[in-house]
């Protein structure tokens, strides 16, 4: 059973930084493609980042030259490291398969506000 358990987030200015991480359980052939989804309040769950097995990274034209998606060497772990943070970026974000999502975990809240 893969879980993805999300940390990192938190109160943050606008125009300032965050490095959320997401935990995989499970092997690396059976998590990937991966990615890191964000849920606005009263707004559809969307795909903001995404990493497959070679390493090849994808993002929504909205978060580009501003958000990276990272992994560690185990392949295990990703990281989405967001500067120049907006307010818009403000939402609970998740990691999870890509396209196909197994179970949600808790995600991790981002807040940009002054």
């Known amino acids: 059973q893969v879980q993805f358990v999300e940390s990192g987030g938190g109160l943050v200015q606008p125009g300032g930084s965050l490095r959320l991480s997401c935990a995989a359980s499970?092997?690396?052939?059976?998590?990937?493609?991966m990615g890191w989804y964000r849920q606005a309040a009263g707004k559809q769950r969307e795909l903001v980042a995404r990493?497959?097995?070679?390493?090849?990274?994808g993002y929504i034209d909205s978060v580009k030259g501003r958000f990276t998606i990272s992994r560690d060497n185990a392949k295990t772990t990703i990281y989405l490291q967001m500067n120049s943070l907006r307010p818009e970026d403000t939402a609970v974000y998740y990691c999870?398969?890509?396209?196909?999502?197994?179970?949600w975990g808790q995600g991790t809240q981002v807040t940009v506000a002054s």
């Open positions: 499970g092997s690396p052939f059976t998590i990937y493609p």
């Open positions: 999870n398969n890509v396209p196909d999502a197994r179970a």
């Open positions: 990493m497959n097995f070679d390493g090849s990274t």
